[in-house]
């Protein structure tokens, strides 16, 4: 199959041992010239180019959970990919309605992970410090900035709350927090407590529903976020 495709996304899971395996032998077969993207969530093209044939055709190509509603795919390649093959993968996602963030280089975890990981090391603070419950921390989110993140960026939201004054108003008042000890860098420990507390809390949260009860439900408010988000994105450039 891998000898007849035109575009290659792996897709297996987040192991490099096992993603190495996998790619070497399609490398092998795989026309020169066809892209092969691999879904990593936080491995960098160079660390996938060990055995494979022709690395430089080699990105990633990361999307999120789940794929079929969530449009962004971070494609990113390192100084040995050719510039032909990033905007091939690119238009592949295009052409199947994705929305494609080019990375301007390599990086762990890439762009949308490694944010996501912070939050996550401080969620895990709070709860192993016993500052807050998983429902508390989700309300937090979900009725609070969570509303604003679905249509605009933490940045530009920073800046809309700066008002007339701008960006030098707004480091000049908030600029001194980021020195407030109000978030860690690294994460504690990941302990069996930790580990418990989230799964009974997250447990409660989840009131007897299975797992795909509440997969409709979060597909089915992403679907409603995004199309009030498409129209006000809309508004929002014709008013320009």
């Excluded at 809390?201 to 408010?221: F, H, L, N, P």
């Amino acid at each position: 199959m891998a000898a007849k495709a035109d575009f290659i996304q792996e897709n297996v899971p987040e192991s490099l041992e096992l993603k190495l395996r996998v790619l070497e032998p399609i490398s092998k077969v795989a026309d020169p010239d066809v892209v092969i993207s691999s879904s990593t969530s936080g491995f960098m093209p160079s660390e996938l180019h060990t055995g494979i044939s022709h690395p430089e055709r080699i990105i990633v190509g990361h999307p999120f959970n789940p794929v079929y509603l969530c449009p962004l795919v971070e494609v990113v390649g390192n100084s040995q990919t050719s510039p032909d093959v990033k905007e091939a993968a690119a238009e592949f996602y295009r052409s199947i309605g994705m929305h494609v963030l080019p990375l301007k280089r390599e990086v762990s975890g890439h762009l949308s992970d490694r944010l996501q990981e912070s939050m996550w090391r401080e969620i895990l603070h709070m709860v192993n410090d016993d500052i807050a419950t998983t429902s508390e921390i989700d309300e937090s989110i979900v009725y609070g900035p969570g509303l604003r993140w679905a249509i605009m960026g933490i940045s530009q939201l920073y800046m809309l709350s700066a008002g007339e004054g701008g960006v030098e108003y707004f480091f000049k008042q908030f600029g001194p927090s980021v020195d407030w000890p109000w978030s860690h860098n690294t994460a504690p420990a990941v302990t069996r407590d930790i580990i418990d507390r989230f799964a009974s809390g997250t447990a409660d949260q989840a009131a007897g529903k299975s797992v795909r009860e509440q997969e409709k439900v979060r597909d089915e408010c992403m679907v409603a976020i995004q199309s009030v988000g498409e129209v006000q994105h809309g508004i929002w450039k014709n008013s320009k």
